[in-house]
């Protein structure tokens, strides 16, 4: 599989992860994409032996978008800071079911809602809980819509936290499971591997240059072949002042 490099410099590399690829390896033994941008690094730079590279983040494997790695473990430092201090901007494109849930929001108006819910993993499933306990995680989002028709609705979704399957999880308690996503009631499912979620932006302070990097990711062909944005996403991040949602 030819990779799709979005950034490259000698300190980060940001790849865009197709929908059915693992971003780090597990115990399946599956090729991941960090084995992937290894062999890259390596044959590009004619580099002996083994080469560093640290995920920033994950991906789950049925979402799609850029992946940000750090070359160098200073880097690899400063990027998790920026992750666990929620400092970096992650926006995500979500093709949902149920349109008439999210009708009160007028397409191109640009008007955000939020979503809080208290998070809890139960055999790899992330349920809502009624309430904050010991095993609880709080989880916090914002969507507006893009597009919306008889069957589905794009959602551009701001992550304000980061917890496992969130967008998945929060989005379903609210009726609008993501489409193909049967694990959160979804009632379709095209493709074993792909749902339709995609990351499609990111926005960070680089950690040695000090100067914001913005990488962007085009909606793949199983979402916009069902519903395309009404309202381009460059226009809502170019228009947003971000510090204020």
């Given at each position: 599989m030819k990779l799709e490099i979005l950034y490259e410099d000698n300190h980060l590399i940001a790849v865009d992860k197709p929908a059915d690829i693992i971003t780090q390896r597990d115990s399946t033994g599956r090729l991941s994409l960090i084995d992937m941008v290894k062999?890259?690094?390596?044959?590009?730079?004619?580099?002996?032996?083994?080469?560093?590279?640290?995920?920033?983040?994950?991906?789950?494997?049925?979402?799609?978008?850029?992946?940000?790695f750090a070359r160098t473990?200073?880097?690899a430092g400063r990027l998790f800071d920026e992750f666990k201090f929620r400092r970096v901007l992650k926006l995500y494109a979500a093709l949902v079911h149920n349109p008439n849930v999210v009708g009160e929001l007028n397409i191109g108006a640009k008007e955000w809602k939020t979503l809080s819910h208290h998070?809890?993993?139960?055999?790899?499933?992330?349920?809502?809980?009624?309430?904050?306990?010991?095993?609880?995680?709080?989880?916090?989002?914002?969507?507006?819509?893009?597009?919306?028709?008889?069957?589905?609705?794009?959602?551009?979704?701001?992550?304000?936290t980061g917890r496992k399957h969130q967008i998945r999880a929060q989005l379903a308690a609210i009726g609008c499971p993501i489409a193909g996503d049967v694990r959160y009631g979804s009632s379709e499912r095209d493709h074993p591997d792909a749902i339709g979620l995609h990351s499609c932006?990111?926005?960070?302070?680089?950690?040695?240059?000090?100067?914001?990097?913005?990488?962007?990711?085009?909606?793949?062909?199983?979402?916009?072949?069902?519903?395309?944005?009404?309202?381009?996403?460059?226009?809502?991040?170019?228009?947003?002042?971000?510090?204020?949602?």
């Open positions: 062999e890259y690094i390596q044959e590009k730079y004619e580099k002996p032996g083994e080469v560093f590279l640290g995920a920033a983040h994950r991906l789950d494997r049925t979402v799609s978008g850029p992946v940000l473990s200073k880097a998070l809890e993993r139960k055999r790899d499933t992330t349920i809502i809980s009624p309430q904050a306990g010991a095993k609880t995680k709080e989880a916090s989002l914002g969507y507006t819509v893009l597009a919306r028709d008889e069957r589905y609705a794009l959602l551009l979704v701001r992550l304000h932006h990111l926005r960070f302070m680089h950690p040695t240059l000090k100067v914001p990097i913005a990488i962007n990711s085009r909606l793949p062909e199983r979402i916009v072949s069902r519903l395309s944005p009404v309202i381009s996403i460059d226009e809502i991040i170019a228009d947003t002042d971000w510090d204020l949602l």
